[in-house]
């Protein structure tokens, strides 16, 4: 991704800002119950409703002037002084929303951070140090990516790139950017929260490494269509483009089950628009990824959010882990002095239809033979646009990325651990209800013996050895082999270490279920497989 | 598939030519609607002889004897011509012949072609419905299904008629439409692609426990019980599926049920009937001279309800019969001695 200069970006912004404008204007030919002072009265009502409740915003002066101006103006405005009031909202937004992507910084970030990070982790871990330079870790060493590199590689030259990766931490941005270096990939600009941005360090680098700005508390539709039309411009423009499908990270700790489709739909248009402009490249490719981490930097936030219910009113946690660098370090430094793994898995590349594609690009059924794609979008010769037919291909592709997930999510000990134990904290209060559950299992002074704790586990590794025979499932403790008592001291090594209270502990011959919620948060990533 | 028989293909643009696969009797009368219609027809069949008759006399003897057919019905038997001639499918065979049938057309349809099926049953083997194998066997998306209360005699002498055609892409509601509406006959649209799917295979089962009824010499008593104990069941089945119980309300479910749950003119009601007086299932099959999809989707249905548990006596009973030798008496005398129930509030979906 080379840096957009400003005559460039001025570019971006007057086509996207045109291009919404042009939709809502085709709406008002087509749909006489519509018009531009209701979409505009709609921005308004939702944009005050958000400066009345969040007033610690840092653009909160600027933006309640720029509002009481819109309002002011919208009272006496004619037909083409609405026009005029909806083409400065879109301009505002575009404003705040479009990224940077400077090569300097990009290449400070992949070279120099991950190995100075490393350094100095691990002149935190004094044994480390005097075990000499060879044994010091580094990132490298725990970050595994796999998958279809070669594939992946081949499409970058041939079309645009969407990347699509299951979302459980702050840290997936990161650990996705490093892993995209680390195998040659170029960068990938992506949507990320207005909140990561306020730390100034962290903040800088999000702006700097071609991130964009995504103001989840703007919810009028005028916002979403903007951010929506920016991003199929850039994917034109053959901007690879990383979105986080399920919109938010996972509460629960499970595979996404139901996409944010918005975002995803920018495939298709794009497409759409490249085939109509007779584009070189116009084909668009969407690669699921998936994370798996052994530990979970904000796994305890996380989980007490998705037990609060309060999932929706917190869709935007600003004080978990990641806002605290003591925890990230400490994440860090458990991630490396403890062999832990994160695992990052590039699947088989789709089209924006949900087909297969082949590493030379072209679309294939189940059954191996090509496709014409364009035909997907095409009536009598021509490019024919139908928002409800695109919104159906959408909702396919999401079906198939859902399915690529539970296909390439890789299983790891604490995973496996914490569901056999939370499993046996259920058959210990077969009656319960979830929360009481949880509060039992945590009192309980017995614990369960270790010895039963590896026949089952030994019981889960037999099933999931099958699935994985069957590709259904991915296994990342080959290191460890189908050993139960090695997976379970593996799992409870790493509960101990990390979190304020370990998952799980073993005292003597038994296992105690420390914190139960962390366990069915762990347990969670097992869901789909029925183990 | 069998030896082609080639024949001059119709010369319309393919937006304006609907290929009909399968001239069965509800194919050929799809096949005669839509010419009348003056749309460009063509109608695959596997058999060769079936396609030379087409062609030379305009009847099909083997399907709808005695009925004269529209002249500018197309007829082969070679899937490439059709595929290329159209850009409208429609499947018209039943589920048993669905796999076979779309696994030979995969090879020769393109990303743009529509295609709408009106099989009435579940695949026994995989216990997938018709539009999943569509999935699996080809790369077209749009796809639909249509069905209703359409006894092809009832059809083919114009007789006012309605049928729902249920998609999620608009434009294959539209295009279905455009083709197969006429003055005697109406198409609604529909979204709920599972619920008109499930509607009409458990319509067939039902209409197999109809025929029993009426072989039993039983009146309209023990008939409207099934009727309307039948729609809760399809209900609590569709909605176990992820169906919208609006759907069963409507055409493709109470509507399909009365139309061929009361009629010999439906080959399930007609062989349930005879199984009623004794003949063994293949017999009354080969009496009625039609295949009665309501046998293999018993037995596809019964498979599914075993995987996803749902309260679904009638349908069992059948099974019973079909497959297990129950008598028809002994099936319904278990049926009326169940322990007495809330009629509108047992709709357990496990």
């Known amino acids: 991704m080379r840096a957009l200069s400003p005559a460039e970006k001025e570019a971006v912004l007057i086509e996207v800002q045109s291009r919404v404008l042009a939709a809502k204007d085709a709406l008002t030919e087509r749909d006489p119950n519509f018009d531009l002072a209701t979409v505009v009265n709609d921005a308004l009502y939702h944009e005050r409703r958000r400066l009345d409740t969040h007033r610690s915003s840092p653009t909160w002066k600027s933006d309640a002037a720029f509002w009481k101006g819109v309002s002011k103006r919208l009272s006496r405005a004619s037909d083409r002084e609405l026009r005029d009031i909806l083409g400065s909202v879109i301009h505002r937004y575009l404003q705040e929303i479009i990224g940077n992507f400077d090569p300097k910084v990009y290449r400070v970030a992949t070279k120099v951070i991950p190995y100075a990070l490393s350094g100095l982790l691990n002149t935190m871990s004094p044994t480390r140090l005097l075990s000499g330079f060879d044994s010091l870790a580094s990132l490298d060493d725990h970050l595994i990516v796999r998958g279809e590199l070669d594939t992946i590689s081949k499409l970058i030259e041939i079309g645009t790139v969407i990347l699509v990766p299951t979302h459980l931490s702050n840290m997936d941005s990161p650990v996705i950017g490093y892993s995209l270096f680390k195998v040659g990939l170029p960068p990938f600009t992506y949507g990320a929260g207005l909140n990561l941005f306020t730390n100034p360090i962290i903040g800088y680098f999000m702006h700097n490494l071609g991130a964009y700005k995504v103001d989840r508390l703007k919810r009028d539709d005028l916002y979403k269509d903007t951010l929506k039309e920016y991003a199929t411009y850039t994917l034109e423009m053959g901007i690879h483009n990383l979105f986080f499908p399920g919109g938010t990270r996972s509460r629960s700790g499970a595979l996404e089950r139901k996409l944010k489709l918005g975002l995803l739909g920018t495939g298709v248009l794009a497409y759409q628009n490249n085939l109509r402009n007779r584009k070189k490249k116009p084909k668009i490719f969407v690669v699921p990824c998936t994370l798996s981490y052994s530990l979970v930097l904000e796994a305890e936030t996380l989980i007490e959010d998705s037990l609060k219910e309060a999932g929706?009113?917190?869709?935007?946690?600003?004080?978990?882990?990641?806002?605290?660098?003591?925890?990230?370090?400490?994440?860090?430094?458990?991630?490396?002095?403890?062999?832990?793994?994160?695992?990052?898995?590039?699947?088989?590349?789709?089209?924006?239809?949900?087909?297969?594609?082949?590493?030379?690009g072209t679309s294939v059924d189940h059954r191996g033979r090509p496709i014409d794609i364009s035909r997907y979008v095409m009536s009598n010769g021509e490019v024919h646009p139908d928002e409800a037919r695109d919104a159906e291909y959408t909702r396919e592709l999401g079906d198939a990325v859902m399915r690529t997930f539970a296909r390439d999510n890789t299983l790891l000990a604490t995973h496996l651990l914490a569901a056999v134990l939370f499993q046996m904290c259920k058959e210990r209060h077969p009656k319960l209800d979830l929360y009481r559950l949880l509060r039992e299992s945590a009192l309980q002074s017995e614990g369960f013996p270790l010895l039963e704790v590896h026949t089952r586990t030994e019981r889960l590794l037999a099933k999931l050895k099958k699935l994985v025979k069957e590709e259904k499932v991915r296994y990342g403790e080959e290191r460890l082999g189908w050993d139960a008592q090695a997976v379970v001291s593996e799992g409870l090594k790493l509960f101990g270490v990390y979190h304020t209270t370990p998952p799980a502990t073993r005292r003597g011959d038994r296992v105690f279920p420390t914190d139960p919620g962390l366990l069915l948060y762990y347990s969670n990533r097992t869901l789909p497989y029925g183990l | 598939m069998a030896t082609r028989a080639r024949t001059k293909i119709a010369t319309r643009p393919p937006a304006d030519t609907v290929g009909i696969v399968g001239a069965g009797s509800w194919g050929t009368t799809l096949a005669a609607h839509v010419a009348g219609a003056g749309h460009g027809t063509i109608l695959w069949d596997v058999d060769p002889a079936v396609i030379r008759e087409i062609h030379a006399k305009h009847t099909n003897s083997r399907s709808l004897p005695k009925v004269r057919l529209d002249r500018a019905i197309h007829a082969t038997s070679d899937l490439g011509e059709l595929a290329s001639a159209t850009s409208t499918l429609v499947l018209a065979v039943p589920s048993t012949a669905m796999?076979?049938?779309?696994?030979?057309?995969?090879?020769?349809?393109?990303?743009?072609?529509?295609?709408i099926h009106t099989a009435k049953g579940l695949e026994a083997r995989q216990r997938r419905a018709d539009d999943q194998i569509i999935r699996d066997e080809t790369c077209c998306k749009r796809f639909g299904v249509l069905s209703g209360p359409n006894l092809a005699p009832e059809v083919l002498a114009q007789q006012p008629s309605a049928t729902v055609i249920a998609s999620r892409y608009p434009e294959v509601i539209e295009t279905a439409q455009r083709f197969f509406v006429r003055p005697f006959f109406r198409v609604y649209g529909s979204t709920d692609v599972v619920g008109v799917e499930i509607g009409a295979a458990v319509k067939n089962v039902l209409s197999l426990a109809m025929g029993f009824v009426a072989g039993m010499g039983l009146g309209q008593n023990t008939r409207s019980l099934i009727v309307t104990r039948g729609l809760a069941e399809m209900i609590r089945i569709g909605v176990r599926m992820g169906a919208d119980p609006a759907t069963f309300n409507g055409i493709a479910g109470i509507g399909d049920l009365i139309g061929s749950g009361m009629s010999r003119e439906s080959a399930n009601f007609a062989v349930g009937e005879l199984i009623a007086h004794g003949r063994k299932v293949e017999a009354a099959m080969r009496e009625v001279g039609h295949f009665a999809e309501g046998v293999p989707t018993a037995d596809a249905l019964h498979t599914l309800l075993e995987r996803a548990p749902v309260d679904a006596p009638l349908s069992r009973g059948v099974y019973q019969v079909l497959y297990q030798g129950a008598a028809t008496s002994e099936v319904l005398e278990s049926l009326m001695t169940r322990p007495p129930t809330m009629e509108t509030n047992a709709h357990p979906t496990a």
Do not use: C, M, Q, W
Request: charge should be positive; proline fraction near 8%; charged fraction near 25%.
């Open chain 2, 99 to 115: 796999r076979a049938v779309v696994t030979a057309l995969g090879p020769h349809v393109r990303a743009d072609h529509l295609v």
């Open chain 1, 312 to 360: 929706k009113a917190r869709y935007i946690i600003t004080d978990d882990e990641f806002s605290k660098p003591g925890r990230i370090l400490n994440f860090l430094r458990s991630l490396i002095s403890l062999d832990s793994r994160i695992y990052v898995t590039f699947s088989e590349p789709l089209d924006p239809f949900g087909n297969r594609v082949l590493p030379d």
